[in-house]
């Protein structure tokens, strides 16, 4: 068990706080209290909202807040390991408008609204790297930035086999892909060569199911 | 070596076309090319713009992308892990406003303009724990959502002791902090019960850096 200690107020913190969707929020309990929001900008992905909230202790004083959600018809996204028949990790190498540059990543997508995160990860293999789901299983979610986004992706690892041609997005770029043994997408990462966060985040959550270089999904490992 | 594979054009894809910021993109060489692009709204931290693209194999079309960057005084910010004197790695619980969530992180935050990395590691350890630091490391860098955000803030691992208190910025919500081992840390990250991807992320960073639970960094990992 972690120690844990409280920074304000004194005594031990509760031993769960967290994870718990909190709304609007409290100022009085430490929160940002949320007071208005309103969509400012959005398209077919992405809302930008804007808030007004007040501080903590600031019984008074209000800030602007800002948050980007996916847009109307989408849900959070999904992230897919791909582990083909020899227990390699399949990356995609994609062209990034954000950054401008070519990154090595996980295959991952939006989700339509009613679509499940497996059938999302069943279309984003098919579409990105012309492969077939077999099997998946949770590797629960992933928060990619709580300071900007609302999302909360779902990270799912998937068997896979070779399954025809691939049907990429209209708006996207991949040209290649890379099948990595774990040790090495584990080195890849931790060298910095792999900038992506659910690429990097994966393997951490890949540690147990992986015995060297096999692997074997644990039930009970994700809550 | 990870085996690589064309998705279009055949033959083998080149070892590295990535990580190299590509200004502004040629949708000739399969990237977006980025026709033009304007602030369509910000505030000190961040700002949102709207760019026009033309897709790759899609001469004459031309499609509305957005990405989030810093605002116009930051820089890309700066995550730490902060490594006590017993080898146990300091996370702290805050409130965020976007997901409406407690979430147990690492400490980070924005970096103004000039400021170094470890200046800012420096600055967030202080306000948001109170704890001196004393030596820091590169842990690389991470691009949290590339397919929304700009940034790709920088990872330092850094060895800290108790040093006074707390100085929180006004519009944080921080409340407890938490110390765990390393295995700790790991288990909390591969079970879903911590969900920020920089946490999660560091995790597989870290690696290299623990011999069971004892921190010692090892030059020469990060390239």
Redesign the interface.
Known sequence: ?????????GGA?PVR?????????DAGR???Q?LEEHV??E?EA?R?LL?K?R??G?AGET???????PGATHEDGVVVVPIDERD?IV???Q???????????LP?GARERGETPEDGARRELKEE??LELVESWT????????????G?PFLLVARVRRGGE?D?D??E?????????FS???R??????I????T??A???L??HFDGERFEYKPG???
């Open positions: 068990m972690p120690e844990g200690r409280a920074l304000k107020g913190p706080r967290e994870n718990v969707a909190s709304e609007p929020g430490g929160e940002l949320i400012h900008w398209n992405a930008l808030a909230v501080l903590p600031k800030k602007e807040q800002f948050r980007v959600t390699r990356l995609v190498r062209f990034r408008h954000p950054v401008r540059m070519w990154m090595r990543e991952r790297l012309g590797l629960g979610r992933i928060a990619t930035d709580s300071g900007q986004q609302r909360i691939t990429p209209d708006s770029s991949i040209d290649a892909s890379f099948a990595y043994s090495e997408l584990a890849a990462c931790a060298s910095g060569e900038l992506d966060s659910f990097i985040a393997v951490t959550r540690l147990p490992v994700v809550r």
